[in-house]
T-cell receptor, first 106, second 115 residues
Framework: EDQVTQSPEALRLQEGESSSLNCSYTVSGLRGLFWYRQDPGKGPEFLFTLYSAGEEKEKERLKATLTKKESFLHITAPKPEDSATYLCAAPHKYIFGTGTRLKVLA | ETGVTQTPRHLVMGMTNKKSLKCEQHLGHNAMYWYKQSAKKPLELMFVYSLEERVENNSVPSRFSPECPNSSHLFLHLHTLQPEDSALYLC??????????????FGSGTRLTVV
C-alpha cells in the first residue's frame, strides 16, 4: 500500500537549535517527493520537490534530502518564524503525511 | 488576483442547510482538486477535475457534490451535512494531473463547522 509516514508528530526547538524531520515513504512509481509548509488557518505552501535518491535541495535554513526509503527536512539554526506544520507528500498518488508540527521558541 | 482563491474563509451551517464553497485559480492550470483536512489526519482527496472532467472521486458521500464549469472555477456544493464533516476544505490546482515540478498550489481553505 502506498503511504508516507512523518515523524515526529510534534517538535519544540529553541531558536538556533538545529534538527531534522523525517518522512518515510513506500510509494510505487514515485514521481517526486514533495515538502510543503502549512501555517495555521492557511493552505500548504510548496517548498521542495525531490525526484531521486541522493538529491538535495536548499532554501534559506531548510535543506531537504532523499534516500530510497526516506526524506529528511533539515532545519539549521531555526527562528521562531519557522514555526509551522511541515508536510511531505506524493501528489501524483494523492498521498500526504500527517505532518510535523514545529514550534521554535525565542 | 493571483494564485488560488477560496471563498468563504469560514462557514457555519446547520445540518439541514445547503451551501457552496467556491474556488478560483488564476494560474492557467488544467487540473483542480478538493481535499479535506481534519485534525491529526492526512489530507484526504475528495475530487479531481482535469480539463473540466471529473477524473477521480474518492468514495465521497453524496452530500458533497462538486462542479467544475470551466478550468478556472471549482465548486463544492454541500447539503444535509453531518457534524463529522466539520473540517478545513482545501482547493488546489496543478498544471496537469502529473502535477509537474511544483505539485499543487493550494488555496487558503474554507473552515467549515457543521452544527
Amino acid at each position: 500500500e502506498d503511504q508516507v509516514t512523518q515523524s515526529p508528530e510534534a517538535l519544540r526547538l529553541q531558536e538556533g537549535e538545529s534538527s531534522s524531520l523525517n518522512c518515510s515513504y513506500t510509494v510505487s512509481g514515485l514521481r517526486g517527493l514533495f515538502w510543503y509548509r502549512q501555517d495555521p488557518g492557511k493552505g500548504p505552501e510548496f517548498l521542495f520537490t525531490l525526484y531521486s535518491a541522493g538529491e538535495e535541495k536548499e532554501k534559506e535554513r531548510l535543506k531537504a534530502t532523499l534516500t530510497k526509503k526516506e526524506s529528511f527536512l533539515h532545519i539549521t539554526a531555526p527562528k521562531p518564524e519557522d514555526s509551522a506544520t511541515y508536510l511531505c507528500a506524493a501528489p501524483h498518488k494523492y498521498i500526504f503525511g500527517t505532518g510535523t508540527r514545529l514550534k521554535v521558541l525565542a | 488576483e493571483t494564485g488560488v482563491t477560496q471563498t468563504p474563509r469560514h462557514l457555519v451551517m446547520g445540518m439541514t442547510n445547503k451551501k457552496s464553497l467556491k474556488c478560483e485559480q488564476h494560474l492557467g492550470h488544467n487540473a483542480m482538486y478538493w481535499y479535506k483536512q481534519s485534525a491529526k489526519k492526512p489530507l484526504e482527496l475528495m475530487f479531481v477535475y482535469s480539463l473540466e472532467e471529473r477524473v477521480e472521486n474518492n468514495s465521497v458521500p453524496s452530500r458533497f457534490s462538486p462542479e467544475c464549469p470551466n478550468s478556472s472555477h471549482l465548486f463544492l456544493h454541500l447539503h444535509t451535512l453531518q457534524p463529522e464533516d466539520s473540517a478545513l476544505y482545501l482547493c488546489a490546482s496543478s498544471q496537469d494531473r502529473r502535477t509537474g515540478s511544483y505539485g499543487y498550489t493550494f488555496g487558503s481553505g474554507t473552515r467549515l463547522t457543521v452544527v
